[in-house]
Each structure stands twice: as structure tokens, then as C-alpha cells.
């Protein structure tokens, strides 16, 4: 977990875009790190510096959902899920004729090809009327509707122009236009004007879409102190037969692709979820006259089926009222997030800085904070150790996370882990006897220490969303790691508490379409809190003497947590790489290495069968890694991605300045901020040629170039031409084999000479007739003789030759590893008794 510096601006989210890339033969991908045929997310940019154009960002949002969308949903259904239309209200749809003013209008412009942006005039005019009419029935509505025109909103990935966007009641025209503030969006994709006058004149017909329907299941309920709008339930803890299946439902759905207009509509979700620590975001879809309503999530998107509000406008009522009642939970803002400790949310928070996040109870204790006490949905999964802070959190010491400032790092990605990090600290619930525990640094028997008792302690809490197959979550790894290599304790992040609601405790109305979702194999996900310390970033530290200390600290940690710890870290980036100083002298203690984030790591024993996928950040992924088909994620990968950060750092890091580091891409590294393949060409040039990037190292890292840069450089490129060297060998080997394959079968069917017969043709010399079929069919030609063995390749893979390992790299650094020791696990548990 990361802190701020001074020099950040408030705006300057540290932002990453994470891909998924499906294998070949699997229609989605996930994160799970569960099975070979799935891809992990990889993250492509490196934070905070880098923002892609509109077409790279579109065909990012269209791998992101590769074979993770779901269309056909009876929009029936979706309103009553997502939104929580009552039974009540869509009798009340049903029961009245709808002929909204501007209707006539806005067919007649589209009729007559008038452009896009005279129609969002008419669209407004049709649902103000609808809301009018909502408002006369006594109809509550909390919602207000505007035209954005041509008004950009500062985005994730770069500046979009959404056509309009639905606000809460308590918006008006003079509150700012901001994606934390927005209900949904509202995108048009309207025909050319050309194609629509000849479709006026019959020429051509509206093209339908697939009416398949997708089911329904069971429905959430909204946390009950958030104040949210009726919604529909099935009794508790039953599950739903298919006599529950609302009317017309059925169990078909199809997978689609974004086309069109989609994947714009797509970035605008990504803006709503990024903004606010948003769950879920949903949005409509105009192409002409039909709409279709869809809905994202960290799984992946939902679509109805379109209907034509021309022809069909009690739907289009439908849609209005539905938007026009939902409240924010429904609306997908985290309904843990509020803004302060007494008020619920009713109303979006136009900044999550002050607000306070509400801690959630795991172990049966949740009703004591609005959640459903469920141990099977609530898990806590904390630490042990004595003094923890979970425990006072179960005891009701400390009950909320106040939020002290804007994000610090904000998931830049619409579906995989959505991980905010929120800097903070602990605040009290009531005045509670506290226990004295010290505050002193951790000890050497690898307890942690305790939170100070006036809760002022800079902390930080994470949120995100982990696959729920994934096994091994990032709180249990640490901890796991923090019982096998207590002497790595100080470089790893202290966890004061970890919990994960599972089920419907997310309160996701995916969970609705829960037969849908698993007869399509779409992973769940968990929604996780972890409360850590706060840490530095590397470039915020004061001397590169003490970015020396923090470096090798880090690689040390790295190295003993694969090698004694069994995990391999697998996202290596100028992000994960902290520090801090030690407790008992914070202004002249020691510079102390964090390695965090290790929501990607995985067994080392488990590499094989599980991880041959990529994971990673683009500019610090390794050159096997960008490769159109990447192998298994190696150890000495991870050491590829450290070099790579120190060679980042060097070209960008003023180390003690005012602004140490201005967030810009240096040119001669730009490309290894770009597509895997650009990346991989980029780095490939660089181990050829380092001078040109060399050249840009910065004056606070000269220092270091003659020692530690040009000699990592050296045992890279070393590695580089074992990696050519045992690639052409490969090659080799099989087209060696090809060959020895197209001899034999060469040799099997030579011609004969006059007179010869194969050696095993059987022939009846009583038989005169060669061409008896009979007797054809005993023919039987030799099979050719087993291929030798490949050559083989002197050049292991593992480490690149022996280039590419711990101790090589610490030679490179000209540092003596100091010395680790596996723990002894029985005398730990002697100890324990």
C-alpha cells in the first residue's frame, strides 16, 4: 500500500489498464490463476505517466470483455434486478397508454437524416415528459437528466464526451458534470443520415437483434441503514426452482462483442466505476429508435434485448422510472463508503476524501454493522498475532476507515480486481478501553505491532474484487509468508486486517442472473478490505544511497519468499516497490524495502500447471512475457521486471528534488509503454544498444551507472544472446526432426526396381491375379522407424545459461546477500506449545 507525496496533485491518480487476453481455445479469461487455459490480467502503462488514444483504449475495453458479455436479458427482468422495480410499479407500466410528447419529433429528425446531436433535444424532451407524467401518478423520483453536448469529463484513460448523463434529483444545471456524481449514461448511435433517409422510404429495414432471453434468480436486498428502494426477494437461504423463474423467462443466453458505439459506451462505465469506488455501472444504448439497457461489473456486462421505444414506448416508460426511483445503491456506489460516521448515503459523494468507509464484521458479528451476520459470506480473515487490530475491530474500538485524501491508486480496468487503494486511518466508534500494546517496530520473533491508541497511524485500505476460485488471496499469502521468513518481516506489508464478503453480502445483482452466469462458466468474484500500513514510493525517497538500501531489500524479500516462502511474486512494477523507515526512529532510522501487492502471486509449485499466462505491467514485463504466446512465468522474470524498474528509475527519478518525479514517459523508453509487441521490440532494441536510454539517465543516478546499471546491463544482454542462442537451437531441433520424418517416408515410398518386392509383401505364387482385392489387402507397408531424439540444447531455460539467478544478479549489484534460513516449523511449534 502506497502514501501520497507532498508533490502530488490531487487529481494525479496513479492509473494501470489491465488486459485480458483469452487463450486460444477458451471464450473468457480471468485471474483465478486456476487453471492453463485462462490468461491472468496484465497491466499495460506504467501508472500515472501514460494514457492511451481513443482506438487503443477501444480495443482494450473489447479484450477486457472478451467472451465476458451477455446479451438477450428480458428487460423485464434486468429493471426489477438491477434497478429494483417493484411488481407494483411494472403493473402500474403496463396498465397505461404511452404517447410521450417529442416522440413525433425525434422520429420525424431521424427520418429526415438530420445529425446525431439534434436529437438529444427531442430524446430529453420524451423522458421529461414520462417523468412528468411519473410525478402527476405520485411517483418518486430522485433524478435529473442532461445533454453533455460537446463537454468533456476528465477521464481514466482519456477525455471522453459522453451524449448525456442521468444525475441524482439533488443535481442541477449549475453543479459541475462529473463522472463520481453520474446515475447512468446515455450513449447514441445513430444510423448515417444518408442510410436513414433511404430507410424512410422503405429502402432499407431496421436490422433486428437476437430475441433470446436470459434468466433471472434470486434478488439482493440493499444494506437496510442506506435507505434503499423496494426490492423483490425469494425466501432466505432457498434456492430458486424454475417454477420462481419470472414469466417468460428462459435459460438461453448468447455471448456477444462490442461493436459499434459499444465500446464507447463500455469507457463510460469504466469512468463510473473508477471514480467513486463504484460496484457496478449500467448505461443505455440508442441506435435509432431501439435501446437497450446494459450493466458492468467486475465479471464482465449484461445486455437486454433491444426494443424500439417508437413501437413499444411503455418500455421506454418502464426504463424512465426505473432510472427515475433508483437510489445510489442500486445505482452500484459502494454502499459501504458514506459520507461520515452518522449520515447513510443517500447522494453521491462528489469526492471520496472525508468520507468514511464502514468497516464490515465477519464471524457472525456483521448485523452489528448492517450487514447480514453470515459467516459463510463474511469471512475475516486476519492475523494472529497478539495485539491485533481486528480484534479491536470485533470489539467495536474501531469500526470505520476515515478517508483522508483522493485515491491513491484508482484500477484503471472495467472488469478483473478493481482495486482502489484509499489512504486513511482507524476512527473510533465509541470511547472503548483500549489495550496498551507498544508501538514498538516488530520484534524478532516476528510479532506485529500494535496500533497506537489515539488511531492517528496512516494507514491505508484496499479494495478489490479477486476471483472466487483464485486460492491464494493476498492476505493469506503475506501472512504465509510472514511465518516462513520472519527475518524478511520488515520488507513485507503489515496487514492489520483482511475480510471477504462473498455471496450476496456483495450485494452485486449479478447474483440474479446467476443461472445465466454459471451456465456460461463466468467466474465469481470476492470483494475484499485489507487495512495495511502506509508506505513510500520509491521515487519519494531522499539519497539514492537509501534507494540502494531499499532496492536490495526488495529483491532480497522477493528472493526468500520464492525460495523459502514457495511464491513467486508475478507483478513487478514501480508501483509494488515501497519503503519506509524503521518505528523506533523515523526521522534517522534505517531506509527500509517493501515488496507489496501480491494479489498475483502464486506457489512456485504451482507455476507450472496454473500460471502459463501473463501477468504484469507492461513497461517492467519481461521480453518472454510480451511474446504473442508467453510461456510459464519464471523467477528469473520477476529479476527481468526488477531491472527493468531500476532502469526506469534511473531515466526518470530526480532522487531529493522538489519534484522528484514529473509522471512524463522519457522518449527513448516510450514504446516500452505501449502494445506487448511494441514493448518487446523496444526492449529487444535496448539490450542490443543501451547507450541511447543510458544517455538519459539522470544526474542523482551517475553515480550508479559504472556500478550498479552497466553491469545488470551486461548480464542481461549476456542472458539476451542465451535466449537467441537456445531459440535457434530449438528451431534446429525441430526442423531436424521434419527432416529425419520426411526421409523416413521417403525411404518408405521409394520406387521399386524392376524385379524388387518389398520385403514384407506377402504373395501367393498359386495366385495369378496381382490385383485381387483380397489379396491387396495383405499388403502391408513397414512402418518407419522411430525419429532420433533431438539434439540437445545446452542452455537451460530456467536461467538462461546460469545468467539469470539470485546470485548472479546480487554479483551484478557487487552486494553480499545476507543470509537467510528456512524456519524450523517443529521448533516453531514447540515454541507455540
Given amino acids: 500500500m502506497t502514501c501520497c507525496s507532498s508533490t502530488d496533485s490531487l487529481h494525479d491518480y496513479y492509473y494501470d489498464y489491465y488486459n485480458f487476453y483469452p487463450s486460444v481455445g477458451s471464450s473468457y479469461s480471468n485471474d483465478s490463476g486456476t487453471d492453463s487455459s485462462m490468461s491472468t490480467p496484465s497491466k499495460q502503462g506504467a501508472s500515472g505517466v501514460y494514457k492511451r488514444n481513443r482506438n487503443n483504449m477501444d480495443s482494450a475495453l473489447k479484450d477486457d470483455l472478451c467472451g465476458l458479455i451477455l446479451g438477450g436479458v428480458e428487460m423485464e427482468e434486468y429493471v426489477q434486478h438491477v434497478y429494483g422495480v417493484s411488481k407494483d410499479d411494472l403493473e402500474y407500466i403496463k396498465s397505461k397508454k404511452w404517447e410521450p410528447e417529442g416522440l413525433a419529433v425525434y422520429t420525424k429528425l431521424l427520418n429526415e437524416g438530420a445529425p446525431e446531436e439534434d436529437l438529444y433535444a427531442p430524446f430529453k424532451a420524451i423522458v421529461a415528459d414520462l417523468f412528468d407524467t411519473f410525478a402527476q401518478d405520485e411517483k418518486k423520483l430522485n433524478v435529473h437528466h442532461a445533454s453533455l453536448g460537446k463537454t468533456a469529463l476528465k477521464s481514466v484513460g482519456n477525455v471522453r464526451k459522453p451524449d448525456q448523463l442521468f444525475f441524482f434529483g439533488s443535481h442541477n444545471n449549475k453543479s459541475p458534470i462529473t463522472w463520481s456524481l453520474a446515475k447512468a449514461f446515455v450513449e447514441f448511435a445513430v444510423t448515417p443520415s444518408a442510410q436513414r433517409v433511404k430507410a424512410s422510404f422503405g429502402l432499407i429495414s431496421t436490422i433486428n437483434e437476437d430475441d433470446s432471453v436470459a434468466p433471472g434468480n434470486v434478488v439482493s436486498a440493499s ?371 517493501v515488496l507489496n501487492d501480491w494479489d498475483l502471486a502464486t506457489p512456485v509449485d504451482a507455476i507450472g500447471n496454473s500460471s502459463k499466462h501473463r501477468t504484469g505491467t507492461g513497461p517492467f514485463m519481461a521480453l518472454d512475457l510480451l511474446a504473442p504466446e508467453p510461456p510459464v512465468h519464471l523467477y528469473r522474470h520477476d529479476l527481468e521486471s526488477l531491472f527493468y524498474v531500476l532502469i526506469w528509475a534511473a531515466v526518470h527519478y530526480n532522487i531529493g528534488d522538489d519534484v522528484p518525479y514529473a509522471h512524463r514517459v522519457d522518449d527513448e523508453v516510450e514504446k516500452w509503454t505501449g502494445t506487448y509487441l511494441e514493448a518487446l521490440s523496444a526492449k529487444t532494441l535496448f539490450l542490443s544498444d543501451t547507450g541511447p536510454v543510458l544517455k538519459r539517465i539522470r544526474p542523482a543516478f551517475h553515480g550508479l551507472r559504472p556500478t550498479w546499471i552497466e553491469s545488470l546491463c551486461k548480464l542481461f544482454q549476456r542472458a539476451q544472446s542465451n535466449r537467441v542462442l537456445l531459440a535457434s537451437q530449438i528451431v534446429e531441433a525441430a526442423q531436424q526432426e521434419i527432416q ?55 542452455v537451460d531455460y530456467e536461467t538462461l545459461g546460469g545468467c539469470l539467478t539470485f546470485e548472479s544478479f546480487m554479483a551484478a549489484l557487487k552486494w553480499s546477500p545476507r543470509v537467510i534460513r528456512p524456519v524450523d516449523t517443529k521448533d516453531q511449534a514447540s515454541k507455540a506449545k
Fill in 223 to 593: 444494506m437496510p441503514d442506506l435507505k434503499p428502494s423496494p426490492t423483490t426477494t425469494t425466501p432466505s437461504g432457498r434456492k430458486r426452482r424454475s417454477s420462481d423463474m419470472p414469466s417468460g423467462s428462459s435459460k438461453r443466453a448468447r455471448h456477444e462483442t462490442l461493436s459499434g458505439k459499444e465500446p464507447q459506451a463500455a469507457g463510460y462505465a469504466l469512468e463510473l466505476m473508477a471514480s467513486a469506488c463504484r460496484r457496478w455501472a449500467t448505461g443505455v444504448v440508442i441506435r435509432d429508435t431501439q435501446m437497450s439497457l446494459h450493466y458492468y461489473d467486475r465479471v464482465g456486462a449484461i445486455f437486454t434485448k433491444p426494443f424500439s421505444f417508437d413501437k413499444e414506448p411503455w418500455k421506454l416508460a418502464l426504463f424512465a422510472l426505473a432510472i427515475g426511483q433508483c437510489d445510489v445503491v442500486q445505482a452500484g456506489f459502494d454502499p459501504l463508503i458514506a459520507p461520515d460516521l452518522d449520515t447513510p448515503l443517500t447522494d453521491p459523494l462528489s469526492s471520496l476524501k472525508h468520507a468514511v468507509l464502514h468497516i464490515p464484521k465477519g464471524n457472525g458479528n456483521a448485523q452489528n454493522n448492517g450487514e447480514d451476520g453470515n459467516k459463510e459470506d463474511i469471512d475475516d480473515e486476519s492475523n494472529n498475532d497478539k495485539g491485533k487490530i481486528d480484534d479491536w475491530i470485533a470489539r467495536g474500538v474501531y469500526s470505520h476507515f476515515e478517508i483522508t485524501d483522493d485515491p491513491l491508486y484508482i484500477y484503471g480496468g472495467l472488469t478483473g480486481r478493481g482495486s482502489h487503494v484509499l489512504p486513511g486511518k482507524l476512527i473510533k466508534k465509541a470511547e472503548s478501553a483500549i489495550p496498551h500494546e507498544s508501538a514498538e517496530n516488530v520484534d524478532d520473533e516476528g510479532k506485529r505491532p500494535s496500533l497506537p491508541t489515539n488511531s492517528t497511524a496512516a494507514m491505508v485500505a484496499k479494495l478489490s474484487w479477486p476471483t472466487e476460485k483464485r486460492p491464494w488471496l493476498e492476505a493469506n499469502t503475506i501472512q504465509d509468508l510472514f511465518e516462513k521468513i520472519p527475518k524478511m518481516k520488515h520488507h513485507l506489508p503489515q496487514i492489520r486486517c483482511a475480510i471477504t464478503l462473498k455471496g450476496e453480502s456483495i450485494r452485486l445483482p449479478r447474483h440474479l442472473f446467476g443461472d445465466m452466469t454459471t451456465a456460461h462458466k463466468l467466474e465469481q468474484r470476492y470483494f475484499t478490505l485489507l487495512f495495511t500500513d502506509c508506505y513510500n514510493h520509491l521515487w519519494d525517497i531522499k539519497t539514492v544511497a537509501d534507494f540502494q538500501l531499499a532496492y536490495i531489500d526488495i529483491v532480497e524479500c522477493h528472493h526468500a519468499a520464492m525460495k523459502f516462502g514457495n511464491v513467486l511474486h508475478r507483478d513487478i512494477s514501480e508501483n509494488n516497490l515501497l519503503w519506509t523507515k524503521s518505528a523506533k526512529n523515523a526521522k534517522r532510522g534505517r531506509t527500509i524495502g
Fill in 740 to 794: 529425419v520424418e520426411l526421409d523416413d517416408t521417403n525411404d518408405v515410398f521409394a520406387p521399386l526396381k524392376e524385379g524388387q518386392v518389398p520385403a514384407n509383401m506377402n504373395i501367393d505364387d498359386d495366385d495369378e491375379s496381382d490385383h485381387d482385392e483380397e489379396k491387396e489387402s495383405e499388403l502391408h507397408l513397414p512402418p518407419p522407424p522411430a525419429a532420433p531424439a533431438p539434439p540437445p540444447v545446452d
